[in-house]
């Protein structure tokens, strides 16, 4: 027997209407940005851009795009120059109707990369975790990139940089979440889509 489906195409630009389409996931290494970042952009359908994963596809492929960034730099935790972010980044900003942006902006001269290039991010939700806790989940995933040389750089980047940005600047942007990052991976995606909701 044919049943005749709910998910009309009126029903689905419908829903598609009601969360936000241009997002940024902000914190700490491990905070589970990535995670998060990947199961939002399933739920919404929008396009989950992890700039730390674009850049370990080009750095191990050896792209031109990643000219002037090594392995040997990405797997002590140095930020790539802006020059190869810019690279990498400009064409996904200028083409990209919707994403969820997990890992960038982290630098105040990313953040100008960015509001040149997009002037209506909807939402930004800042998974926080304190250092003790981010390091102990570094040590026991062991990425390449998780040694102690690399967690020390990379707390410290954040600390000087990006949290820079989050409290001078994206406290600013329209819809503005603080999420306790220090809780189970449901926790955080239900304090996420609530605060979605509130957004709304
Ligand atoms: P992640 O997977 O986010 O931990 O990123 C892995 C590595 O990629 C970082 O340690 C940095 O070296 C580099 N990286 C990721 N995102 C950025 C960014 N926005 N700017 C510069 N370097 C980045």
Same mark, same amino acid.
């Given at each position: 027997?044919?049943?005749?489906?709910k998910?009309?195409y009126?029903y689905i630009?419908e829903?598609?209407?009601?969360?936000? =389409?241009?997002?940024i996931?902000?914190?700490? /290494?491990?905070?589970g940005?990535?995670?998060?970042?990947?199961?939002l952009a399933? =739920?919404?359908g929008i396009?989950?851009?992890?700039?730390?994963?674009?850049l370990?596809e080009h750095?191990?492929?050896g792209t031109?795009?990643a =000219?002037?960034?090594t392995? $040997?730099?990405?797997?002590?935790?140095?930020l790539a120059?802006?020059n190869?972010i810019t690279r990498?980044?400009?064409?996904?900003? /200028?083409?990209?109707?919707?994403?969820?942006?997990?890992g960038?902006?982290?630098?105040? $001269? /990313?953040?100008?990369?960015?509001?040149?290039?997009?002037?209506?991010?909807?939402?930004v939700?800042?998974?926080q975790?304190?250092?003790?806790a981010?390091?102990?989940?570094? =040590?026991?995933?062991?990425?390449?990139?998780d040694?102690?040389?690399?967690i020390? /750089?990379?707390?410290?980047?954040f600390?000087?940089?990006?949290?820079?940005?989050?409290?001078?600047?994206?406290?600013?942007?329209?819809?503005?979440?603080?999420?306790?990052?220090n809780?189970?991976?449901?926790?955080?995606?239900?304090?996420?889509?609530?605060?979605?909701?509130?957004?709304q």
């Amino acid at each position: 027997m044919f049943h005749k489906s709910k998910f009309t195409y009126e029903y689905i630009m419908e829903i598609r209407k009601m969360h936000p =389409k241009k997002i940024i996931i902000t914190g700490i /290494q491990a905070s589970g940005k990535g995670t998060q970042a990947a199961m939002l952009a399933e =739920k919404y359908g929008i396009k989950h851009l992890s700039t730390g994963e674009i850049l370990r596809e080009h750095v191990y492929a050896g792209t031109d795009m990643a =000219k002037g960034y090594t392995i $040997e730099d990405m797997e002590t935790g140095h930020l790539a120059p802006i020059n190869v972010i810019t690279r990498v980044m400009e064409y996904e900003l /200028q083409n990209s109707d919707n994403f969820i942006l997990d890992g960038f902006p982290r630098s105040k $001269e /990313q953040l100008a990369l960015l509001e040149a290039n997009v002037n209506d991010i909807d939402m930004v939700i800042y998974l926080q975790l304190d250092d003790d806790a981010a390091t102990e989940r570094m =040590k026991s995933r062991g990425r390449a990139d998780d040694n102690d040389d690399g967690i020390a /750089q990379r707390l410290k980047s954040f600390h000087e940089e990006t949290e820079t940005i989050i409290y001078e600047d994206f406290i600013h942007y329209p819809n503005f979440y603080v999420i306790n990052a220090n809780q189970s991976v449901e926790n955080v995606f239900n304090d996420i889509l609530t605060a979605v909701d509130d957004s709304q």
